[in-house]
């Protein structure tokens, strides 16, 4: 008998991301795998979006957390499908938690399914969950420094969201600073300046998700 023998982690990780990477075009919904470290405002950002988004699109959600509902709680209070995944411990998503979450979810009623991942800045952007896109939020309170220190996520990601907004006049953050670093590190990216709490930024960064769900739909 011939046994595969998995060498690498990644690999084996690839080959379900694939599969779910299928299984969301056979069900023609968008899906955006969504990372910061923890603190930086994911869920906050996900809660205006859908304040901004749900009598346009049908969206659900999937939290990854270590520990607790809360999240997954705060996202059905909004009466949107929410899934929690906890990890026990493990500091990323990986795409078999995916595909065993997505038997609590029904696909076929969503336009966008956002994958909230555990909060950490490192390997969370090493972990293909078979996601269309990537993105990212950073807040202002973090500092310049983070996009040269842990460049895979910024270098991975097709939104970088700029987070706590209102708190930039506290803090040394300079937004110039870090539309340099991503010239070097992913000019590609679209950058959207945010402050969940006072909405500022929203709008804009609505309209690019529903935008990228459509052009799914009309595939
Ligand atoms: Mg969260
Ligand atoms: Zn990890």
């Known amino acids: 008998m011939k046994v595969e023998l998995v060498t690498n982690v ?4 690839t080959a379900i991301a694939e599969q779910n990477r299928q299984f969301f075009a056979a069900k ?9 470290a923890p603190g930086a405002g994911k869920t906050t950002i996900l809660e205006k979006t859908i304040e901004a988004l749900k009598d346009q699109i049908r969206i659900g959600v999937i939290e990854g957390d270590i520990c607790t509902t809360r999240d997954a709680e705060r996202i059905a209070a909004l009466g949107i499908p929410a899934v929690q995944i906890n990890t026990d411990g493990a500091c990323h998503l990986d795409a078999n938690m995916i595909l065993r979450s997505l038997q609590n979810l029904s696909l076929e009623d969503l336009d966008l399914l956002v994958i909230e991942n555990v909060g950490n800045l490192v390997c969370p952007a090493e972990f293909d969950l078979g996601e269309h896109y990537k ?9 310049n420094d983070k996009p040269t220190k842990y460049p895979l996520m910024f270098k991975e990601s097709q939104a970088i969201l700029v987070n706590k907004l ?18 070097t590190l992913n000019p590609q990216a679209q950058v959207f300046p945010i402050s969940a709490r006072t909405g500022e930024g929203v709008v804009a ?5 529903v935008e990228l769900a459509s052009s799914i739909k009309s595939k």
């Open 10 to 13: 990644l690999d084996a990780n």
């Open 135 to 143: 993105a990212m939020v950073i807040s202002v309170t973090e500092g």
């Open 28 to 36: 023609g919904v968008f899906v955006l795998n969504l990372m910061s």
């Open 205 to 209: 960064w609505s309209q690019w998700l």
């Open 166 to 183: 209102d708190l930039l006049p506290y803090t040394d953050f300079s937004l110039e600073v870090l539309k340099q670093d991503l010239e």
